[in-house]
């Protein structure tokens, strides 16, 4: 049901936008604010376990399991690798810019990019928290396209300055609930780097989302991609003491 | 010549057994002491040739510019930096810039991240004498804006081929990724350590590539005609720049030096939004290779701590020889003792006795080292792959025996044979005739 209000509720600001104003600079800010509302959870604090399978030609598929602690509200979040037995123990913790990655073999946290990939796969940290594209980006409506079975609109996210790790994206948003279905990353050159096919969402509270599987394809290195799932979600309050250094230090133990 | 120096000469056989196995310890301890320091020697400046011919300079600098408190690494208007030096050193100084970067490669399905470097082919060709093409050459690399010489290694793991295109891609120096399509013409090999595995490209390809400003470069190296006085000289240029508007200093440690070399990334605090300057550090080579030195040193003093336990060995067989030979000699002592030599005269025969000994095989010691020196470093033909080529000039090993570490072994070694003589010695020289001679008959 709620679903169904939510789609409806979108369908109204497109067609409000689309009748008040065609300029392709504000339809696309609205419609990736609108996005923003319903992706980031604010109002509450996530817990779920994610599954990321990396593919890549001639190689064993490489499975990593993580469990993660999301709070949006103070910019923060926990990652605990729980598989394979070679990454236990490590860890990330982000709060707002700082992100630090725990290596429980020399117990130390290594200061890292806000952008980093997680495990040497296909997905980066950036995905598990709170989107804040409008900061970094400018954004504009650059037409429709078919994706599978879903219409979606296109929407062209150009950074504002250069300190983002993809100077441009294509954001493809699906017509119905406004949720991606994929995005395009690409480098300043615009070579397309990377694709992000977003499969499915779970309706965590009433108008917020969250994927449940997506495929990250690197798009440089062929036959390389990682498929994510994200299960276990909950919306129980986290303890504080989740969002330390210290509680990834205690979890390596 | 004293009477007793010439006995002492002939007595050095007198007990042929216990002189041989005396001296076949002073033999070991001289050939180990040598080829230690040859090598520490050796690498000392091999590692600073190859270096310097490839991955630093005499002086080399590097920074990075703060713009409200965040840090664009690199040399900022490195043609100002340029200037500056070359009007302070008119005619006696080189200044080159490089552009560095990391990128990963992806060719035919396969990945590999490798080391770039930007260099002005027109001025800054000391690199092409390191480098030996397997395929193509140095005009044809010149010719290409985009062309790269890549390593033979790097070629075989990615099967890569002479005008192959590849895509690359690369951070920028803001953090954004950028890519760009690099041409093979040329692949390599090398012997110098510091020159295997790098990608050679032009300078201003990797610019553009890392989106830098056109006065920008990773770092700049500065040659001399010789490399005395570049502390000075660093001095010097530290309060010319600080005057031209940088914000200048040494390395703090020799890791710091490396980080200079390497332009990696520095260990920033955290700065505030109105923190803007442009930052410079200048490392000497001297400091570049302060941290090989150290590991020389941990090197030396573990091969000495190996020569002290020989020494010590010696010592012990010093005290007991002359013991077993001052009674053997019970009556040669009383006798001499007897026609009046004096008690200071036996002492000294009984040390030169040794010390006699021990030059003479320290000096057969040094002999062998030195041929075995001459084999290895000459003869013997290593593949210079890896660490390994670190210690290698062109597939040979180098150790380089100098006259100061020859100097030493022996001092060392005739001292020490004299301070250990001078005990047992003394209690043979203070024995009375009268004595002596009745322990005999």
Redesign the interface.
Same mark, same amino acid.
């Given at each position: 049901m709620n679903r169904f209000i939510s789609a409806g509720l979108f369908l109204l600001l497109a067609a409000t936008l689309s009748a008040q104003n065609s300029d392709p600079a504000a339809v696309g800010t609205a419609l990736i604010k609108d996005l923003e509302n319903k992706i980031n959870t604010e109002s509450l604090d996530m817990t779920s376990t994610f599954t990321l399978v990396q593919k890549k030609?001639?190689e064993a598929d490489r499975v990593l399991r993580l469990r993660i602690f999301r709070r949006d509200t103070a910019g923060k979040f926990t990652i605990l690798f729980q598989y394979p037995d070679s990454e236990k123990g490590k860890g990330y913790y982000r709060d707002n810019d700082n992100l630090y990655l725990y290596l429980p073999s020399t117990r130390e946290f290594v200061f890292r990019?806000r952008?980093d990939d997680v495990g040497s796969t296909d997905v980066r940290t950036d995905l598990f928290g709170k989107q804040d594209l409008l900061s970094q980006y400018t954004a504009k409506v650059t037409g429709d396209e078919k994706i599978s079975k879903y219409d979606t609109t296109v929407v062209q996210l150009d950074?504002k +300055? $250069?300190?983002? /790790?993809?100077?441009v994206q294509k954001w493809y948003l699906n017509k119905i609930n406004n949720l991606p279905v994929k995005v395009e990353?690409y /480098?300043? /050159?615009k +070579?397309l $780097?990377r694709t992000t096919y977003y499969v499915d969402f779970k309706e965590v509270a009433k108008g917020k989302f969250l994927f449940t599987k997506l495929l990250a394809k690197n798009n440089?290195?062929?036959?390389q991609s990682t498929l994510l799932s994200n299960d276990d979600i909950g919306t129980g309050k986290i303890p504080d003491y989740t969002f330390s250094q210290a509680f990834l230090e205690e979890q390596s133990r | 010549m004293p009477y007793y120096l010439s006995l002492a000469f002939k007595n050095i056989f007198r007990q042929k057994k216990r002189s041989f196995t005396l001296g076949v310890n002073y033999f070991v301890v001289a050939i180990l002491m040598l080829l230690l320091f040859s090598f520490s020697d050796g690498v000392k400046k091999n590692f600073s040739g190859n270096l310097i011919s490839a991955a630093a300079g005499h002086l080399t600098l590097s920074g990075g510019k703060v713009v409200k408190g965040k840090t664009l690494i690199g040399v900022s208007d490195y043609p100002k930096i340029t200037k500056v030096i070359e009007d302070e050193y008119p005619g006696e100084v080189t200044v080159l810039a490089r552009y560095k970067l990391t990128s990963t490669v992806y060719y035919l399905g396969q990945s590999k991240s490798l080391s770039f470097q930007g260099i002005n082919t027109a001025k800054d060709t000391g690199l092409r004498d390191q480098v030996n093409f397997v395929q193509g050459s140095w005009a044809d690399y010149v010719a290409q804006e985009n062309g790269v010489l890549v390593s033979k290694d790097t070629a075989d793991y990615l099967k890569l081929k002479l005008d192959d295109e590849v895509v690359i891609s690369t951070r920028t120096i803001f953090g954004a990724f950028n890519t760009g399509t690099i041409r093979v013409k040329g692949i390599y090999e090398s012997a110098n350590y510091f020159v295997q595995g790098i990608v050679l490209c032009h300078f201003d390809f990797l610019q553009s590539l890392a989106m830098g400003d056109k006065l920008s470069a990773s770092t700049l190296f500065v040659y001399f005609k010789n490399t005395d006085g570049l502390d000075v000289k660093r001095e010097k240029l530290l309060g010319l720049l600080k005057d031209a508007g940088y914000v200048t200093s040494k390395p703090e440690s020799s890791s710091d030096a490396i980080s200079v070399v390497s332009s990696s990334t520095p260990k920033n605090k955290s700065e505030g939004v109105d923190v803007n300057e442009n930052r410079l550090t200048i490392a000497t080579v001297n400091e570049v290779v302060a941290i090989l030195a150290q590991v020389l040193d941990a090197v030396n003093a573990a091969g000495g701590f190996l020569a002290a336990i020989m020494l010590f060995i010696i010592a012990i067989s010093i005290f007991i020889n002359m013991r077993m030979t001052i009674n053997d000699r019970m009556q040669e002592i009383g006798t001499l003792r007897a026609i009046g030599t004096e008690t200071k005269d036996i002492v000294l025969m009984l040390i030169f006795e040794n010390v006699f000994l021990s030059l003479l095989f320290v000096l057969a010691g040094l002999t062998a080292a030195l041929l075995i020196i001459g084999f290895v470093s000459n003869l013997l033909t290593l593949p210079p792959a890896g660490i390994l080529s670190l210690f290698l000039d062109q597939g040979h090993l180098v150790l380089i025996p100098t006259l100061g570490s020859l100097g030493l072994i022996l001092t060392v070694a005739l001292l020490f044979t004299a301070i250990f003589s001078f005990f047992p010695a003394r209690h043979g020289g203070k024995i009375r005739a009268a004595v002596a001679l009745s322990k005999t008959y």
């Open positions: 030609e001639g990019n952008k950074a +300055t $250069l300190d983002v /790790s993809f100077p990353n /480098s300043a /050159s +070579t $780097l440089l290195e062929k036959n | -």
